[in-house]
């Protein structure tokens, strides 16, 4: 299955960090949400992207959305990376690979490894519909800012 524009946003639940999972199901269908699928945290595309918006969350506060990153690392990784970027959104561990299947946004391999995440975006309106949907097939390219700031914009 694969998440697609005008499509409804399916639900999940994921962890944030050991022990402590985040319903995004409750925020989507209720206010704008950018999900932000990366490959494998810690990976030299992945930290510029989360460090990217780290470094313009000003401005991603002012639009009224909830950003979430999604890997397929464990919530031991996510948190870590979360924590020594100081990225202030959470970054969900997707380990089972369950939502990333969902949304398009896997490599059945990637150079020999099994099952890690596309880098991916998704702009998900208030109402839940999907009004941006990006999924790279080169792992090394880098996700569209610019378009991604203008469909949370236009939603």
Same mark, same amino acid.
């Given at each position: 299955?694969?998440?697609?524009?005008?499509?409804?946003?399916?639900?999940?639940?994921?962890?944030?960090?050991?022990?402590?999972?985040?319903?995004?199901?409750?925020?989507?269908?209720?206010?704008?949400?950018?999900?932000?699928?990366?490959?494998?945290?810690?990976?030299?595309?992945?930290?510029?992207?989360?460090?990217?918006?780290?470094?313009?969350?000003?401005?991603?506060?002012?639009? %009224?959305?909830? @950003? #979430?990153?999604?890997?397929? $690392?464990?919530?031991?990784?996510?948190?870590? /990376?979360?924590?020594?970027? &100081?990225?202030?959104?959470?970054?969900?561990?997707?380990?089972?690979?369950?939502?990333?299947?969902?949304?398009?946004?896997?490599?059945?391999?990637?150079?020999?490894?099994?099952?890690?995440?596309?880098?991916?975006?998704?702009?998900?309106?208030?109402? %839940?519909?999907? @009004? #941006?949907?990006?999924?790279? $097939?080169?792992?090394?390219?880098?996700?569209? /800012?610019?378009?991604?700031? &203008?469909?949370?914009?236009?939603?």
């Amino acid at each position: 299955m694969s998440v697609t524009i005008g499509s409804h946003a399916p639900a999940f639940k994921l962890p944030a960090r050991p022990g402590h999972e985040i319903d995004v199901g409750n925020v989507i269908g209720h206010q704008k949400v950018v999900l932000l699928f990366i490959p494998l945290a810690f990976s030299p595309v992945c930290t510029t992207e989360f460090c990217t918006f780290r470094d313009d969350w000003s401005n991603w506060s002012k639009l %009224g959305c909830a @950003v #979430y990153g999604i890997s397929v $690392d464990s919530p031991f990784v996510t948190d870590k /990376f979360k924590q020594e970027l &100081s990225i202030p959104f959470d970054i969900l561990s997707d380990f089972n690979k369950e939502v990333s299947r969902t949304y398009g946004a896997l490599y059945e391999n990637l150079m020999g490894l099994k099952g890690v995440g596309k880098r991916a975006a998704f702009v998900i309106n208030a109402a %839940g519909k999907v @009004v #941006y949907a990006k999924v790279n $097939d080169e792992a090394g390219q880098q996700v569209d /800012f610019a378009a991604i700031q &203008s469909a949370v914009e236009s939603c």
